[in-house]
């Protein structure tokens, strides 16, 4: 197997990790608003792990990253604090399967935006007719909500976009910021921890001593291990070895994987749309993430 190969199959392994637990973190981060914990608690936590676990790396950087200022604004903004206060408002007002389907649907639509705007990167039609299938069937996923839901619905998928929107700054900013994954992983935990330190500790402590500290164990687990650090990394690295687009495309698995794991958790079933969803959903991610190419240089970001 030649090196090209190897290196984007590492990074298929990564993105697929990736999609098991950010699909986890959908249902539960969901299931744990629903309960006591406040969204300034389920921050801290998620940003406490990580920035003491990888205080080291953020000490040998430096705070202020390899001299990429705006890339690093870039994924402050796009994975710390904004990401997850976001992200929760908006799973009060909407399902797991919604924010999947939203969210890692139009993902992919706004980091090729930023990538033809930004950096002129070209997109062959493979990979154009992968992310058409994609959104076409997440939001098969999500018809029903989307064109019939409620108002708080329909304000959670607003919200739900701005996430896309926001995370595929952060793509876009680690593309450029010259940091390995688990350095942008400490940086970004470093700078959120700061801002949410005043707002998040006395209320987790209080709620500890209510009798939640098993939930906020489980949060602090899912929230700083699994998904800001495990699944920071490994997107990371799957963005480093396949780039920005093709990334973004293969985590559309998300809802697919979200809305079958919110059967037993949530109790959300999934009906013939989301069956549906499930198909489109998957052949899109096949054509636009370039599983079928692997003969191409995995380090390019124009496709073919």
């Not at 997109?123 to 999500?142: E, K, N, P, Y």
């Not at 001593?209 to 906020?216: C, H, K, Q, T």
Request: charged letters at 10%; hydrophobic letters at 55%; glycine letters at 12%.
């Amino acid at each position: 197997m030649s090196p090209e190969k190897r290196s984007a199959l590492i990074g298929y392994f990564a993105l697929t990790v990736t999609v098991l637990i950010w699909s986890a973190w959908i249902v539960f981060t969901r299931q744990g608003v629903q309960h006591a914990l406040p969204i300034p608690v389920i921050a801290f936590v998620r940003m406490l792990v990580p920035a003491l676990l990888l205080a080291p790396l953020t000490w040998r950087v430096g705070i202020f990253g390899r001299g990429h200022p705006l890339a690093l604004i870039f994924c402050i903004l796009g994975a710390g604090l904004p990401h997850i206060f976001l992200s929760a408002t908006g799973l009060r007002y909407a399902g797991a399967a919604e924010f999947g389907a939203v969210v890692l649907g139009t993902f992919p639509i706004f980091v090729a935006l930023l990538s033809l705007l930004l950096f002129k990167e070209k997109f062959g039609w493979f990979r154009m007719a992968g992310l058409v299938c994609t959104v076409a069937g997440v939001l098969a996923i999500a018809q029903n909500d989307l064109f019939s839901g409620g108002a708080n619905a329909n304000f959670g998928h607003f919200v739900f976009l701005l996430v896309a929107l926001n995370y595929a700054g952060y793509t876009i900013g680690f593309r450029h910021s010259g940091l390995t994954p688990f350095e942008a992983t400490g940086l970004v935990a470093f700078w959120s921890l700061l801002f949410i330190l005043p707002f998040g500790l006395m209320p987790a402590i209080e709620l500890a001593r209510s009798g939640y500290a098993g939930e906020i164990a489980f949060q602090a687990m899912l929230q700083g291990v699994f998904s800001n650090l495990i699944g920071l990394a490994t997107f990371s690295e799957g963005v480093r070895r396949l780039g920005s687009s093709r990334s973004a495309a293969f985590t559309a698995l998300v809802p697919v994987v979200a809305t079958l794991m919110a059967i037993p958790v949530l109790g959300e079933w999934p009906d013939g749309w989301a069956i549906t969803g499930v198909i489109f959903a998957s052949i899109g991610v096949v054509l636009a993430s370039g599983i079928l190419a692997l003969s191409e240089k995995p380090g390019r970001t124009t496709a073919g």
